[in-house]
């Protein structure tokens, strides 16, 4: 009999404040159903322990937690992953899952909660391997609703959201950066796609240059930052348009689309 | 001076059960930020009046409405939207959300929501190009935080997540179909991206069949049912390991995923 296969995988979302001075109530960003489910679960997958930990704490202060925090078991994601990505050369999660499961029922637990510092684990994050091996081992993958910025960000950028593409952060050498920024205007011009891409602070203002001076004057180029914040910045213009505005804050990330 | 840039377009998303019988309370699948602030909102652009309402009366349920449902404000989406797209040919919302502004206005209200029937609005459903009116006119945008279908598939799919595409419906011709559903496997086998798409569920099957006849062995394809809901469906496996298996329940709108 395969033990696994009564067990459960839990995608937690968490509060996209990470990082953050302040910090909004966790009940403003997850529903209570979220709330709820995660403050079951005491086996954890975590991109960061300690962020992981965070997270629980605050679920704690508004829902009580099955186990004290102290007593929860988590284990960050295998080193590869957070090295080469979830899919590069013959990765195979499932004895790390499988490790995990064990450790789990061990305790009496069938769920396990995979979490990353930010959002939807598994979207614009590390996790889809684990994901994966959940599906091989039989497990039911249970995603909890929550706050993404990709999503947030497409939404409210005015951008075609009924065909769009995440290609997650562009090349650092300036020469390959630019050649990618008008390979995605090209597919945009050509598909209709939009193309969404996130960038890290200390990066934001080389990027922004670059669009500005390689992108054509009609393409439609929109940045996100601060999403479901206080201070979210949402704006939307022609590149011609962004010309003659101000660049976008650049100490926060942000999440950029171009399109048509 | 130009009225408009005092106001905001708040997109505001949707529970995932339009339409069916059992429909879980709202502050199961919407955080109380999301829930607060929609019960302020009093003047709508909605992808449908009559789920517009439902949604507003589940709304009222659970927080105070600033105005008793009979006096909100619902206008529908413009025809042309419906019809081709947000931005088919060259439609330019502007003029009717400057009418809705003005009647916001008239009435005292600053904050206009839009809604579509299910999940975020302006992702995998209509308008967008209310938000890039919106985004032209000065007015700010804010994005609530809620389900999405799109989102929820793609972290259960266990499928590359750093890298993915939206592409909306396949074609319904049989050759056309099966020409696009290689062309996506050529592209999630030579870049990674994940390939997603939906389908509404009297061509499921036909869909399905397609699938199974024309992707390779090695392919991974997922199918995600009932997200959010507690008859929610989500498997991920290579085409090889399908063709051992039951077809995915045909009963319920699905999220696709093809990907490597």
């Known amino acids: ?18 990082g953050c001075e302040a910090q909004a109530p966790i009940t403003d960003v997850l529903p209570l159903a979220t709330i709820q489910t995660a403050s079951r679960i005491t086996h954890w997958i975590a991109e960061n322990a300690k962020s992981c930990r965070a997270v629980i704490k605050r679920i704690g202060e508004v829902q009580s937690l099955t186990l004290p925090l102290q007593q929860h078991s988590i284990t960050e994601l ?11 050369g013959a990765f195979d999660a499932k004895p790390f899952l499988q490790a995990a499961i064990k450790q789990a029922l061990d ?15 598994a979207v ?8 994966r091996a959940a599906h091989a081992l039989g497990l039911t993958v249970q995603p909890l609703v929550g706050p993404s910025s990709l999503l947030l960000a497409l939404a409210a950028s005015g951008q075609n959201g009924q065909s ?4 997650g952060y562009l090349p650092i050498d300036a020469a390959e950066r630019i050649q990618r920024i008008r390979a995605l205007e090209a597919l945009a011009k050509k598909t209709g796609q939009t193309q969404l891409f996130i960038e890290v602070p200390h ?17 439609y180029l929109s940045v996100a930052s601060g999403l479901s914040l206080p201070n979210a910045q949402i704006r939307s213009a022609t590149v011609a348009d962004w010309k003659h505005r101000a660049a976008p804050d650049a100490a926060l990330p942000c999440v950029m689309a171009i399109g048509v």
Chains 1, 2 share one sequence.
């Open 203 to 219: 990066r934001n203002s080389a990027l922004w240059q670059a669009l500005l001076s390689s992108l054509q004057s009609n393409t």
């Open 124 to 131: 614009a994050d590390p996790g889809s391997s684990i994901v």
């Open 1 to 18: 009999m395969n033990n696994s296969t009564q067990s459960k995988l839990i995608l937690v979302p968490a509060p996209l404040d990470f």
């Open 107 to 121: 305790n009496g637990a069938q769920e396990i909660g995979l979490i990353s510092e930010a959002g939807m684990p």
């Open 164 to 167: 769009f593409a995440f290609v």
């Open 78 to 88: 295998p080193r590869q992953v957070h090295k080469k990505g979830d899919h590069a």
